[in-house]
């Protein structure tokens, strides 16, 4: 399996993850034209996607699902509660394209999908892991906190992208932000702040994960370099080693990120 970040954070979101038998989308909160140009970058003709999994129902992960999924005929999944919210942004695609999933687990062609709930302030939201072969990888962002079942859906992945979304106290003193908005941010329906992040890929590791890729970072309230030491020396001083027990990655706002490929194929 291999998995790409194409766009990472509150200006837009995209993860590219295929298997031997499919090629998914996870969001299109970018415009289609960007998508199609990050596409071209990584090799990928956008006429090959299969499947467009949707997260939630927020701009950043929706804004050219619609546009796409009409110029491609691709089928565009989400869980039912979604549908209401998700509708007027699928206008003009073809109702059979529209996919809106009742069980927590489903097939892609041949690959499963695990979707799982996450707590943030949307009308739905949801992380999902694709497996194959004895092969996972996994995604979770726009999270304000952590619970066992989520912890549950992500063990064992090979792969996890993981929201770091902010720095606590760059958040709280950051003058340009409304006491509302910092409030809704910090809520347990909000964003997963760099240390809850830590100590959730801790509780991961436990579990076997090896690579995690932080994404979702907030550009105001957070840096690349900020949200990478705060995390390994969270990991450090309980320890857990990166470059050795785990990889910690990051997932670029503006471009797209680093291809990772599980490559101990177990068939
Ligand atoms: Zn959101
Ligand atoms: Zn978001």
């Given amino acids: ?53 949707i997260t939630h129902e927020h701009t950043d992960h929706c804004k050219g699902i619609g546009v796409f999924a009409k110029k491609y005929g691709t089928k565009v999944y989400f869980p039912q509660c979604g549908y209401d919210f998700l509708i007027g942004q699928l206008m003009g695609v073809n109702p059979k394209q529209i996919i809106p999933f009742t069980s927590s687990q489903f097939t892609i062609k041949n690959t499963t999908i695990n979707a799982f709930e996450l707590p943030h302030d949307s009308h739905f939201c949801y992380g999902y892991s694709i497996e194959k072969n004895g092969q996972k990888i996994s995604i979770a962002t726009d999270l304000g906190h952590t619970n066992y079942k989520i912890i549950q859906n992500l063990q064992n992945s090979d792969i996890v992208f993981l929201e770091s979304n902010h720095d606590e106290n760059l958040l709280i003193n950051n003058p340009n932000y409304s006491a509302s908005l910092k409030s809704r941010i910090l809520s347990p329906r ?78």
Avoid: W
Avoid at 25 to 44: A, Q, T
Avoid at 237 to 263: C, T
């Fill in 1 to 53: 399996m291999r998995a790409i970040s194409l766009a990472s954070g509150s200006k837009g979101n995209s993860t590219y993850i295929s298997s031997d038998d499919v090629n998914i989308l996870v969001d299109i909160g970018l415009s289609c034209l960007n998508i199609e140009k990050r596409l071209k970058k990584i090799g990928v003709n956008p006429s090959n996607i299969d499947a467009i999994l």
């Fill in 190 to 267: 909000g964003h997963l702040s760099n240390i809850n992040c830590a100590k959730t890929i801790e509780q991961l590791v436990y579990s076997g994960v090896k690579q995690v890729i932080l994404a979702h970072l907030s550009e105001e309230n957070n840096t690349p370099i900020l949200a990478y030491n705060t995390i390994v020396d969270y990991l450090k001083s309980v320890g857990i080693i990166e470059g050795k027990h785990v990889f910690i990655d990051i997932a670029p706002q503006y471009d797209v990120g680093n291809l990772f490929e599980i490559r101990n194929t177990i068939i």
